[in-house]
């Protein structure tokens, strides 16, 4: 079987719900123009997810509240007069982000900077917001759980969620640091948060290849996830390498996400430092349009019939 016809293989019929192909500022590096990496990625995505890390970390901690009120307004009005839907990114990388924590005060410090993060989102007019659970820190995944639900839980009631999803990501295979949670814990995540989840789905198959136990995980998950992040990557070699570049099945991948019931949209969201962004966009749109190719044809044919 040839790349492209891996990457585009489908059992059955595809979904007239495929997710829509997003892509993320973190592909770009989080650069410090937040508004202008929105815009330009706008220039050929219907939708796109603002990560606030790196460069755009710094600026976005900078700014008073009253700033970032005026910022989410102007993303806002832009996304609403362009029709581009916008999800967002929680920061995650370091301790002021552990959910998990058992430390209240550095849970408590992880509660502060979701909340912000989630108040932005919602002025911003996102449709999800994805956050990192913390690190494990050689913690039972019990205990971590209890405790990010607790923080969870602290974050809703102080926030406005109305029309906003807040999502846990799946945390992946090869990265000790990380919690990763079962299919059941997710699903007890949602159940005592009423929150989501962000399925990874280099994450997820670097921990189930693809086949039966895949499926029935997509299957399980797909009802409470509310947003997705793709990438391409080798059997279960824990990679985000650009759409193309492995030997995932991609497209039925997220066609049983689709069959299951998520509504929403797939992001290309990160990246390897051997790639250039220029490929990760080049081979990112060329799945989008492969991806649309393949919907057309199956509305041509259902109308042929």
């Known amino acids: ?167 846990l990501e799946n945390m992946g295979g090869q990265r000790p640091k990380f919690p990763v949670f079962t299919v059941e814990e997710h699903l007890r995540f949602h159940q005592q948060t009423g929150c989501f989840v962000t399925i990874d789905v280099t994450h997820l198959c670097s921990l189930l290849p693809y086949g039966d136990e895949l499926f029935a995980a997509i299957a399980a998950l797909a009802p409470v996830t509310r947003h997705l992040h793709i990438a391409d990557l ?14 995932l099945r991609l497209s039925d991948v997220l066609n049983r996400f689709a069959v299951n019931g998520y509504r929403g949209v797939a992001v290309v969201e990160e990246f390897i430092p051997r790639f250039s962004t220029e490929y990760y966009l080049e081979k990112a749109l060329a799945y989008k349009n492969g991806v649309e190719k393949l919907l057309a044809d199956a509305r041509r044919s259902t109308h042929a019939g």
């Open 234 to 247: 080798n059997d279960t070699h824990h990679q985000h390498l650009p759409i193309g570049e492995g030997n």
């Open 1 to 167: 079987m040839t790349t492209q016809e891996t990457l585009y293989r489908i059992d059955g019929p595809i979904s007239a719900d495929f997710p829509l192909i997003s892509f993320s500022t973190n592909v770009y590096d989080n650069p410090a123009d937040i508004f202008g990496s929105i815009t330009d990625l706008a220039r050929y995505f219907k939708a796109v997810e603002f990560e606030i890390g790196e460069d755009a970390e710094k600026v976005f901690w900078s700014l008073s509240i009253e700033q970032r009120a005026n910022l989410a307004r102007q993303i806002r009005s832009f996304t609403e007069q362009n029709g581009i839907t916008l999800t967002v990114h929680a920061g995650w990388w370091g301790r002021e982000y552990n959910l998990c924590s058992p430390d209240l005060a550095e849970r408590g410090q992880a509660v502060d900077c979701l909340t912000a993060a989630v108040d932005f989102s919602c002025q911003a007019g996102a449709t999800s917001v994805t956050f990192h659970p913390g690190y494990k820190d050689q913690l039972e995944n019990r205990e971590l759980l209890d405790n990010l639900i607790a923080a969870i839980n602290q974050v809703k009631a102080r926030c406005n969620t109305t029309g906003i999803a807040l999502c």
